[in-house]
């Protein structure tokens, strides 16, 4: 990634139809702000965009439901997003919005292109049509039974149970969301992007990094999941998919089209090409030429998603863009995966789920508590869990007693001892550092040794590893702690002024270097260290690669004779009844009949009796083979053997094990349990599992090596 001078920086548009979760952050917001921030910090030009996606089916059904109009609701929580955003941290270079009409005329003139060009299909087909409310359905206005994991409030284009991506026709029970009645089907002609011409070189480009002979990015660099489920994706076929639809609310299809009227851009289209418009809007604002930051071989584009996103942004958008001509793809996806929240999926629907701007109300100062926590349980690889004591305990136990501490105490006995003024010191006075050795070290060898800690932080980051930039950078911290209690000046002022002047300039140079640090994680924090430190903010002008290069050197970050402020705390304590009002909050606010998770247990089933039991066949195998089910994002097929023969099974386990982490596993066989077809394939028998709900399911397996394949547990 170091060959690029420009980056252009993608977040995804949040939908404007409700205000912002703490999901929202996790999954693209707070990652695509560490990064930008960082690559500011060493001097990289940097345009970071994102806008509110005011289209499609969903904000006009809630205009319907709220018996309002579209663009009340998109102007209401554009302007919320823009204060959410703002207050929370996340420093976008421009927030735009896909209703302005530079929006439009952008995702017009690219539709038009792509119309000129010849590459879209035109077809007739039948879609479904509301009879009572007399107009065609989009997707978002159908409502069904997800065939993949019988979820029975899927809609027309994905499942947001399972995280499927469906058609309209494949839904089970079908019903408009207008008037609750069953549609029927009606022929409509539209536009569609042919993604089946497509398969050969996205999945070359997926795969290798090329595309058209040019290599444009390390695969080896992408996330597993990310190029997992694109290739699943394209190898099992790719199918034209509509870029219009009969809507009343969104981009015109252009009116020279033959047959536009009443036609719209579909959503999936307008949307991504919003960061287009985003970007012409910043370099108009900025006197730039917005194509070196889309058309230049000097930029890289990286896409800041949630894992629901991955197809539209690495499969569709690029075909998209190739289609076109002339613009970049993407060099990374560092696509996130879900945050649920106190042993539940985070659901809106539910009003599951904890809003920024609400917290920001609830607890007025704490942005970078809530940023660290976030953080922290990053879903970076796999589903992660929010839940409020997790928060105080981050809170408390790491940003007060481990940051804080540190930097209240250096400033306290810089204070104490030399009026906040930075004495002259020995360089070559020796010390015991922060390591613990037994032997003492150099002042400017544990220079090198910050130099090398905060190289770490660095090579994290550009890993998109932002949960390990946090952990090295809390390491940091602990040095600094580390290095006052080795050396405890409050006692070594008695016996060697001058060994604690060395130490304590040490100290600062710590605090000085978290300051940096803690610039693209913790940006309020970076701001008070300033004030402490009187230093001015930073600017995210290449402070960063200043600071590394004075480290190589052995040339300190704050000199003798600075003066520092006065001592005040930089995090303070979360007590117990903030957490309490928070997680009653939370449990009397949920839209469901059904008990809330935390502390609870599954109910006992009905009884049953011995005779029923021992009707039961439990048999010991081995897993011997594992892979997922295609177009299924929880079932694994598993090969067993139990000795005297060999089974598949279909186990919907995929969320909780890794196939190849399970291969040799002893599990426990229900095998006279009859067998059924699952996704086309026959499963014949049941693994016994134990489940602690959403996907927290663990083997009920024999003793390893104990018990041979094929013996009846009785």
């Given at each position: 990634?170091?060959?690029?001078?420009?980056?252009?920086?993608?977040?995804?548009?949040?939908?404007?139809?409700?205000?912002?979760?703490?999901?929202?952050?996790?999954?693209?917001?707070?990652?695509?702000?560490?990064?930008?921030?960082?690559?500011?910090?060493?001097?990289?030009?940097?345009?970071?965009?994102?806008?509110?996606?005011?289209?499609?089916?969903?904000?006009?059904?809630?205009?319907?439901?709220?018996?309002?109009?579209?663009?009340?609701?998109?102007?209401?929580?554009?302007?919320?997003?823009?204060?959410?955003?703002?207050?929370?941290?996340?420093?976008?270079?421009?927030?735009?919005?896909?209703?302005?009409?530079?929006?439009?005329?952008?995702?017009?003139?690219?539709?038009?292109?792509?119309?000129?060009?010849?590459?879209?299909?035109?077809?007739?087909?039948?879609?479904?049509?509301?009879?009572?409310?007399?107009?065609?359905?989009?997707?978002?206005?159908?409502q069904g039974t997800c065939p993949n994991c019988d979820y029975t409030e899927a809609y027309g284009d994905q499942c947001e149970s399972c995280g499927s991506t469906l058609s309209p026709t494949?839904?089970?029970?079908?019903?408009?969301?207008?008037?609750?009645?069953?549609?029927?089907?009606?022929?409509?002609?539209?536009?569609?992007?042919?993604?089946?011409?497509?398969?050969?070189?996205?999945?070359?480009?997926?795969?290798?990094?090329?595309?058209?002979?040019?290599?444009?990015?390390?695969?080896?660099?992408?996330?597993?999941?990310?190029?997992?489920?694109?290739?699943?994706?394209?190898?099992?076929?790719?199918?034209?998919?509509?870029?219009?639809?009969?809507?009343?609310?969104?981009?015109?299809?252009?009116?020279?089209?033959?047959?536009?009227?009443?036609?719209?851009?579909?959503?999936?289209?307008?949307?991504?090409?919003?960061?287009?418009?985003?970007?012409?809007?910043?370099?108009?604002?900025?006197?730039?030429?917005?194509?070196?930051?889309?058309?230049?071989?000097?930029?890289?584009?990286?896409?800041?998603?949630?894992?629901?996103?991955i197809v539209f942004h690495c499969v569709i958008f690029p075909s998209i863009l190739k289609a076109h001509g002339g613009y970049n793809l993407p060099v990374n996806v560092p696509a996130n995966?879900?945050?649920?929240?106190?042993?539940?999926?985070?659901?809106?629907?539910?009003?599951?789920?904890?809003?920024?701007?609400?917290?920001?109300?609830?607890?007025?100062?704490?942005?970078?508590?809530?940023?660290?926590?976030?953080?922290?349980?990053?879903?970076?690889?796999?589903?992660?869990?929010?839940?409020?004591?997790?928060?105080?305990?981050?809170?408390?136990?790491?940003?007060?007693?481990?940051?804080?501490?540190?930097?209240?105490?250096?400033?306290?006995?810089?204070?104490?001892?030399?009026?906040?003024?930075?004495?002259?010191?020995?360089?070559?006075?020796?010390?015991?550092?922060?390591?613990?050795?037994?032997?003492?070290?150099?002042?400017?060898?544990?220079?090198?040794?910050?130099?090398?800690?905060?190289?770490?932080?660095?090579?994290?980051?550009?890993?998109?590893?932002?949960?390990?930039?946090?952990?090295?950078?809390?390491?940091?911290?602990?040095?600094?702690?580390?290095?006052?209690?080795?050396?405890?000046?409050?006692?070594?002022?008695?016996?060697?002024?001058?060994?604690?002047?060395?130490?304590?300039?040490?100290?600062?140079?710590?605090?000085?270097?978290?300051?940096?640090?803690?610039?693209?994680?913790?940006?309020?924090?970076?701001?008070?260290?300033?004030?402490?430190?009187?230093?001015?903010?930073?600017?995210?002008?290449?402070?960063?690669?200043?600071?590394?290069?004075?480290?190589?050197?052995?040339?300190?970050?704050?000199?003798?004779?600075?003066?520092?402020?006065?001592?005040?705390?930089?995090?303070?304590?979360?007590?117990?009844?903030?957490?309490?009002?928070?997680?009653?909050?939370?449990?009397?606010?949920?839209?469901?009949?059904?008990?809330?998770?935390?502390?609870?247990?599954?109910?006992?089933?009905?009884?049953?009796?011995?005779?029923?039991?021992?009707?039961?066949?439990?048999?010991?195998?081995?897993?011997?083979?594992?892979?997922?089910?295609?177009?299924?994002?929880?079932?694994?097929?598993?090969?067993?053997?139990?000795?005297?023969?060999?089974?598949?099974?279909?186990?919907?386990?995929?969320?909780?094990?890794?196939?190849?982490?399970?291969?040799?596993?002893?599990?426990?066989?229900?095998?006279?349990?009859?067998?059924?077809?699952?996704?086309?394939?026959?499963?014949?028998?049941?693994?016994?599992?134990?489940?602690?709900?959403?996907?927290?399911?663990?083997?009920?397996?024999?003793?390893?090596?104990?018990?041979?394949?094929?013996?009846?547990?009785?």
């Amino acid at each position: 990634m170091s060959q690029f001078n420009k980056y252009l920086i993608t977040a995804a548009l949040p939908y404007a139809n409700g205000p912002l979760h703490i999901g929202h952050l996790a999954g693209a917001y707070l990652s695509s702000d560490i990064y930008a921030r960082f690559l500011r910090l060493q001097g990289k030009e940097v345009v970071f965009v994102c806008g509110s996606d005011e289209h499609g089916a969903a904000i006009t059904i809630k205009a319907l439901k709220d018996g309002t109009t579209p663009k009340a609701i998109v102007d209401k929580y554009h302007e919320l997003f823009k204060d959410t955003f703002q207050k929370i941290g996340i420093s976008f270079d421009i927030y735009h919005r896909t209703s302005d009409p530079l929006h439009h005329e952008t995702s017009q003139e690219f539709f038009s292109t792509l119309y000129d060009q010849g590459v879209f299909e035109t077809r007739e087909t039948e879609q479904y049509y509301d009879p009572t409310a007399q107009q065609f359905l989009a997707d978002r206005y159908i409502q069904g039974t997800c065939p993949n994991c019988d979820y029975t409030e899927a809609y027309g284009d994905q499942c947001e149970s399972c995280g499927s991506t469906l058609s309209p026709t494949d839904l089970i029970n079908p019903i408009s969301k207008i008037t609750g009645d069953k549609p029927v089907k009606k022929s409509t002609t539209h536009w569609y992007l042919p993604l089946n011409k497509d398969e050969e070189w996205l999945k070359e480009w997926l795969e290798q990094g090329v595309v058209d002979g040019k290599k444009t990015h390390y695969p080896e660099d992408w996330k597993n999941h990310v190029i997992g489920q694109c290739k699943s994706w394209i190898e099992s076929g790719l199918h034209p998919r509509a870029m219009t639809r009969d809507l009343d609310w969104g981009v015109d299809v252009p009116q020279q089209i033959e047959g536009s009227e009443g036609k719209k851009l579909y959503v999936w289209l307008d949307a991504p090409i919003g960061y287009i418009s985003a970007t012409k809007q910043w370099a108009a604002d900025n006197n730039k030429n917005w194509e070196d930051y889309w058309k230049s071989d000097d930029t890289a584009l990286v896409h800041f998603i949630g894992k629901d996103n991955i197809v539209f942004h690495c499969v569709i958008f690029p075909s998209i863009l190739k289609a076109h001509g002339g613009y970049n793809l993407p060099v990374n996806v560092p696509a996130n995966q879900f945050m649920n929240l106190e042993g539940r999926k985070i659901s809106t629907s539910k009003n599951w789920a904890v809003w920024v701007h609400e917290y920001l109300q609830d607890l007025p100062g704490r942005e970078d508590a809530l940023r660290y926590c976030m953080i922290k349980y990053m879903p970076e690889l796999k589903d992660s869990e929010f839940t409020w004591k997790t928060f105080q305990e981050a809170n408390n136990n790491e940003l007060v007693n481990n940051i804080g501490n540190f930097v209240n105490r250096v400033i306290v006995l810089i204070n104490k001892y030399y009026q906040g003024v930075m004495p002259e010191y020995d360089p070559w006075a020796m010390i015991d550092g922060p390591q613990g050795e037994d032997e003492l070290t150099s002042y400017e060898g544990e220079l090198i040794h910050l130099f090398d800690k905060l190289d770490s932080v660095h090579k994290s980051i550009y890993q998109y590893d932002f949960r390990g930039g946090l952990k090295h950078l809390m390491e940091l911290s602990s040095l600094g702690n580390q290095l006052l209690q080795n050396n405890a000046p409050w006692k070594l002022i008695k016996e060697d002024e001058e060994a604690v002047k060395t130490v304590m300039t040490l100290a600062i140079q710590y605090v000085a270097a978290l300051r940096v640090a803690l610039r693209p994680y913790l940006p309020i924090a970076s701001d008070n260290l300033s004030n402490l430190l009187n230093l001015p903010p930073l600017t995210d002008a290449g402070e960063w690669t200043d600071m590394m290069n004075a480290l190589a050197e052995g040339e300190d970050i704050i000199k003798p004779g600075h003066q520092i402020a006065e001592a005040a705390h930089l995090f303070t304590r979360i007590e117990d009844d903030v957490i309490t009002a928070q997680v009653d909050k939370l449990n009397a606010s949920i839209l469901t009949d059904e008990p809330t998770p935390t502390n609870a247990y599954s109910p006992l089933k009905e009884e049953i009796n011995f005779d029923d039991f021992v009707k039961l066949d439990l048999r010991t195998a081995t897993v011997i083979s594992a892979e997922k089910v295609k177009k299924t994002s929880k079932l694994l097929k598993l090969e067993l053997d139990l000795g005297f023969e060999k089974r598949t099974v279909v186990s919907g386990i995929a969320k909780a094990y890794d196939p190849e982490k399970i291969i040799g596993k002893k599990v426990t066989l229900l095998a006279n349990l009859a067998p059924r077809k699952i996704k086309g394939i026959e499963s014949q028998g049941m693994i016994l599992m134990a489940d602690g709900g959403e996907d927290d399911l663990c083997f009920i397996s024999p003793e390893e090596n104990t018990w041979s394949d094929g013996m009846t547990i009785s």
